[in-house]
């Protein structure tokens, strides 16, 4: 079975803080890890996927497979960055066309 | 290049009917899925289909069910509608499917049962 933990439904920060979105999964194989983001009245969207080792927006995700974690990192955050971000795993075998979220972490940043 | 449409926006039925979403992908991109999302359960995967064929299956019971044209275009369908189906049904589309791609979101429908 595949599970996405998102320990944190709400985070709020101040702008030009740094920022960590927490993400930790259960897969035994070997996973498929994104960052989704939803900003008000807009699509889900995806932000980053491991695979590509991206820095998108500032953003950064390094998959851990020791502490099986893919947390979301921003040395500076943005007014603009605030939205609901969502972690989802993506696993191997018969299980490669779905994609497992987690619940979700709403990000504010304050001025 | 228009990103995935589904229709209708809003829908609102009385327990017992039956439903039937649609979802036009983007151009080009063969496969479907579909997701239910409540704020209790979060985002929860229903069904993949690709080339009209479903090629995995969430933890939803029969009443759920779905089939994809041969333009890709998908649809949806819910049968005996119970309170708790109450949902934003989303669905997503990609090239080819599989671990790697990234899915393009669609606005969603948002069911309501009463």
């Known amino acids: 079975a595949q599970r996405v933990t998102q320990p944190e439904k709400l985070l709020s920060v101040f702008k030009g803080a740094p920022v960590e979105l927490k993400c930790n999964y259960s897969?035994?194989?070997?996973?498929?890890l994104f960052w989704y983001v939803q900003y008000s009245r807009q699509r889900l969207q995806l932000l980053l996927r491991?695979?590509s080792r991206e820095s998108i927006k500032g953003f950064t995700a390094d998959l851990n497979k020791g502490e099986t974690s893919f947390h979301l990192k921003k040395p500076f955050a943005q007014e603009e960055d605030s939205a609901m971000y969502y972690c989802?795993?993506?696993?191997?075998?018969?299980?490669?066309?779905?994609?497992?979220f987690g619940k979700g972490t709403l990000l504010t940043v304050n001025p | 290049k228009a990103g995935v449409t589904q229709t209708p926006r809003y829908l609102i039925k009385t327990r017992g009917q039956q439903v039937t979403l649609s979802c036009s992908p983007i151009?080009?991109?063969?496969?479907v899925s579909w997701y239910q999302q409540t704020p209790g359960q979060g985002l929860q995967f229903l069904f993949e289909?690709?080339?009209?064929?479903?090629?995995n299956k969430g933890n939803f019971p029969g009443r759920f069910s779905g089939r994809q044209f041969s333009n890709s275009r998908s649809e949806m369908n819910v049968s005996t509608l119970e309170l708790g189906d109450s949902a934003l049904y989303l669905c997503?589309?990609?090239?080819?499917?599989?671990?790697?791609?990234?899915?393009?979101f669609g606005d969603g429908t948002r069911l309501s049962i009463l």
């Open positions: 897969y035994s194989g070997s996973p498929e």
């Open positions: 289909y690709f080339s009209e064929t479903q090629r």
């Open positions: 997503a589309s990609s090239r080819r499917g599989g671990p790697v791609q990234p899915q393009h």
């Open positions: 151009s080009g991109h063969r496969s």
């Open positions: 989802a795993l993506s696993g191997g075998g018969g299980s490669n066309y779905k994609l497992t």
């Open positions: 491991h695979i």
